[in-house]
């Protein structure tokens, strides 16, 4: 059984027969989201357990109980007809509290007796129908399950969640394959010793409380902050949190949509793209008061118009944005790689846990690394440091690094003078690293990156992964062997040395030159970069004055 499986056993106050229940229902979800639903706060998670269970039909004490509904399940319609009209785009900043205070088109299905036993003018009870099926019974929790006791941040977590986040997360659930977002939700962990746990220098967290992403899991469609302080608190995070405005995250989209919540206030925000930094977040609802029968039930219609904004501002992502403030994790030799796209600033975290296998792995010193960061600063073609440069704590590297840029994969050389602009940039940074005795040594197609292309400015490429380089002319660990490397070739009697870097950087970019290089000189200079490193004369300084 997975590792949320003895999570749940030990969440407090779910009785045998709602663990029972959660588990069946946990394990139709994927491994993430099920490890989500019972992570954190221990009494937070029951109650999201309490209201999954409750959304399902079970009975959860504390989060409302509804009976089970007997007959044809409707839901996939009902959605269909929500989401209608669908938006061409998305609106305007200026028309988006319109959008979003008018109610939606068709009727809202929802649970008969919740519908019964909500307080609803007139005006508003003509929004809703009484109905059956999974997505009537996600509507009544969201418009009538009790909400917790209490004015603490957990208690706010669990209201939003039963309000908003849920309805969402079924609402598209409920939907066709071709219509539906394929919504993915994460929240922050709080785990002081997760990388995703970002500081303020204040101490405080600079991660999205939550956020939701598409189908891929890279664009960032939406995110939250929740508090038990003030709204204004609530909003402060949003603003300090997406600080950071790129392209490389959010394409040509004109603003973020969000919302925030304090206690039992709920209010949707936007915010939007100015000159490279975010705006303040700006009001796109009223505030509602969730224990207010009528608001609340404005804040349910206004949930699935936040629902349809999703769907509009998700065609308008590129499909190669990187994934804002998400954690891309890799296993290499008995270490893990971590990186963070950071949305505070526009910059990623890495992290390398522990740092002793991997040193033993690629025989590069902490100390040496520091070095080359520094010395390398004010050099282009390369990643750098920000602040202090590399941290290691205990046995956990960590660095900043900028600047941001597309990966190879999106960034193709499409004529001789993208690939020209490419290996400009590279050997510009292997020169940086050569001219402090080192070498790259794992010079490959994944290893590179550029800067987006402006009107004004060109792309301009840059070598990631500065902690695979080490001392040149040496022997490097048995264990360490890139991909890519040339048997009898790569390495010069046995040390891998500055002639080996060219080498492995011409083969890297032939496949994508190649192609696109048609002068006489041209070709000629990639023969000079894939010329033998035993034979090689050059150094990357001299190919650049080719």
Same mark, same amino acid.
């Given at each position: 059984?997975?590792?949320?499986?003895? $999570?749940?056993?030990? #969440?407090?106050?779910?009785?045998?027969?709602?663990?029972?229940?959660?588990? #069946?229902?946990?394990?139709?979800?994927?491994?993430?989201?099920?490890?989500?639903?019972?992570?954190?706060?221990?009494?937070?998670?029951?109650?999201?357990?309490?209201?999954? /269970?409750?959304?399902?039909?079970?009975?959860?004490?504390?989060?409302?109980?509804?009976?089970?509904?007997?007959?044809?399940?409707?839901?996939?319609?009902?959605?269909?007809?929500?989401?209608?009209?669908?938006?061409?785009?998305?609106?305007?900043?200026?028309?988006?509290?319109?959008?979003?205070?008018?109610?939606?088109?068709?009727?809202?299905?929802?649970?008969?007796?919740? %519908?019964?036993?909500?307080?609803?003018?007139?005006?508003?009870?003509?929004?809703? *129908?009484?109905?059956?099926?999974?997505?009537?019974?996600?509507?009544?929790?969201?418009?009538?399950?009790?909400?917790?006791?209490?004015?603490?941040?957990?208690?706010?977590?669990?209201?939003?969640?039963? &309000?908003?986040?849920?309805?969402?997360?079924?609402?598209?659930?409920?939907?066709? $394959?071709?219509?539906?977002?394929?919504?993915?939700?994460?929240?922050?962990?709080?785990?002081?010793?997760?990388?995703?746990?970002?500081?303020? +220098?204040?101490?405080?967290?600079?991660?999205?409380?939550? &956020?939701?992403?598409?189908?891929?899991?890279?664009?960032?469609?939406?995110?939250?902050?929740?508090?038990?302080?003030?709204?204004? =608190?609530?909003?402060?995070?949003?603003?300090?949190?997406?600080?950071?405005?790129?392209? %490389?995250?959010?394409?040509?989209?004109?603003? #973020?949509?969000?919302?925030?919540?304090?206690?039992?206030?709920?209010?949707?925000?936007? /915010?939007?793209?100015?000159?490279?930094?975010?705006?303040?977040?700006?009001? /796109?609802?009223? +505030?509602?008061?969730?224990?207010?029968?009528?608001?609340?039930?404005?804040?349910?219609?206004?949930?699935?118009?936040?629902?349809?904004?999703?769907?509009?501002?998700?065609?308008?992502?590129?499909?190669?944005?990187?994934?804002?403030?998400?954690?891309?994790?890799?296993?290499?030799?008995?270490?893990?790689?971590?990186?963070?796209?950071?949305?505070?600033?526009?910059? *990623?975290?890495?992290?390398?846990?522990?740092?002793?296998?991997?040193?033993?792995?690629?025989?590069?010193?902490?100390?040496?690394?520091?070095?080359?960061?520094?010395?390398?600063?004010?050099?282009?073609?390369?990643?750098?440091?920000?602040?202090?440069?590399?941290?290691?704590?205990?046995? *956990?590297?960590?660095?900043?690094?900028?600047? &941001?840029?597309?990966?190879?994969?999106?960034?193709?050389?499409?004529?001789?003078?993208?690939?020209?602009?490419?290996?400009?940039?590279?050997?510009?940074?292997?020169?940086?690293?050569?001219?402090?005795?080192?070498?790259?040594?794992?010079?490959?197609?994944?290893?590179?990156?550029?800067?987006?292309?402006?009107?004004?400015?060109?792309? +301009?490429?840059?070598?990631?992964?500065?902690?695979?380089?080490?001392?040149?002319?040496?022997?490097?660990?048995?264990?360490?062997?890139?991909?890519?490397?040339?048997?009898?070739?790569?390495? *010069?009697?046995?040390?891998?040395?500055?002639?080996?870097?060219?080498? =492995?950087?011409?083969?890297?970019?032939?496949?994508?030159?190649?192609?696109?290089?048609?002068?006489?000189?041209?070709?000629?200079?990639?023969?000079?970069?894939?010329?033998?490193?035993?034979?090689?004369?050059?150094?990357?300084?001299?190919?650049?004055?080719?």
């Amino acid at each position: 059984m997975a590792d949320w499986s003895t $999570t749940l056993d030990g #969440l407090p106050g779910l009785t045998a027969a709602q663990k029972g229940n959660a588990r #069946l229902i946990l394990m139709e979800k994927s491994e993430k989201e099920a490890s989500l639903l019972v992570s954190g706060d221990p009494d937070v998670a029951a109650e999201a357990i309490k209201a999954v /269970i409750c959304n399902r039909g079970g009975t959860a004490a504390g989060a409302g109980s509804l009976p089970a509904a007997a007959g044809t399940d409707n839901s996939e319609e009902y959605a269909k007809q929500l989401v209608q009209p669908a938006l061409g785009s998305p609106p305007q900043l200026g028309d988006l509290q319109r959008f979003l205070t008018e109610p939606p088109a068709a009727q809202i299905p929802i649970i008969a007796n919740a %519908l019964d036993a909500a307080i609803l003018t007139p005006a508003r009870r003509l929004h809703f *129908v009484a109905a059956l099926g999974q997505l009537a019974r996600a509507v009544a929790v969201s418009m009538t399950a009790p909400l917790p006791p209490g004015d603490s941040e957990a208690c706010t977590v669990i209201t939003e969640h039963l &309000v908003v986040v849920s309805l969402l997360l079924e609402l598209d659930k409920a939907l066709p $394959t071709d219509l539906c977002i394929g919504l993915v939700m994460e929240r922050d962990q709080l785990d002081s010793t997760a990388l995703m746990t970002v500081k303020s +220098r204040g101490g405080s967290s600079l991660r999205p409380d939550g &956020v939701l992403r598409g189908n891929s899991g890279r664009r960032l469609l939406a995110k939250w902050e929740d508090t038990a302080s003030s709204m204004e =608190q609530a909003v402060e995070d949003l603003r300090k949190k997406t600080a950071a405005w790129t392209q %490389l995250y959010y394409g040509n989209i004109e603003y #973020l949509p969000c919302f925030a919540a304090a206690g039992t206030q709920l209010q949707f925000y936007a /915010i939007s793209r100015a000159s490279g930094m975010a705006a303040a977040p700006r009001a /796109i609802s009223p +505030r509602y008061d969730l224990t207010r029968a009528g608001d609340r039930a404005d804040a349910v219609m206004a949930t699935i118009k936040f629902y349809m904004l999703l769907r509009a501002q998700q065609a308008r992502y590129p499909a190669d944005v990187l994934p804002a403030g998400a954690v891309m994790r890799a296993h290499g030799h008995d270490f893990t790689r971590e990186l963070l796209f950071r949305t505070d600033v526009l910059a *990623v975290r890495k992290r390398l846990s522990p740092w002793s296998a991997f040193a033993s792995w690629c025989g590069m010193s902490f100390t040496r690394l520091q070095e080359l960061y520094r010395a390398t600063a004010e050099r282009q073609g390369l990643v750098h440091a920000l602040e202090d440069g590399p941290t290691l704590n205990g046995d *956990v590297y960590s660095v900043d690094i900028v600047p &941001v840029g597309l990966p190879s994969s999106n960034a193709l050389p499409a004529s001789e003078d993208d690939a020209r602009r490419l290996l400009h940039g590279l050997l510009h940074g292997l020169a940086a690293i050569h001219k402090e005795g080192c070498v790259h040594r794992d010079l490959r197609w994944d290893n590179f990156a550029c800067s987006p292309s402006s009107p004004s400015s060109p792309s +301009r490429w840059f070598l990631l992964d500065l902690e695979t380089c080490a001392a040149a002319d040496q022997r490097p660990p048995p264990a360490f062997e890139p991909a890519g490397w040339q048997p009898r070739t790569t390495l *010069v009697n046995g040390r891998y040395t500055r002639a080996s870097d060219l080498f =492995q950087l011409g083969r890297a970019v032939q496949p994508h030159c190649e192609q696109v290089v048609d002068s006489a000189a041209g070709k000629a200079f990639l023969e000079a970069i894939l010329t033998p490193p035993a034979m090689q004369e050059r150094s990357a300084e001299q190919l650049l004055d080719h």
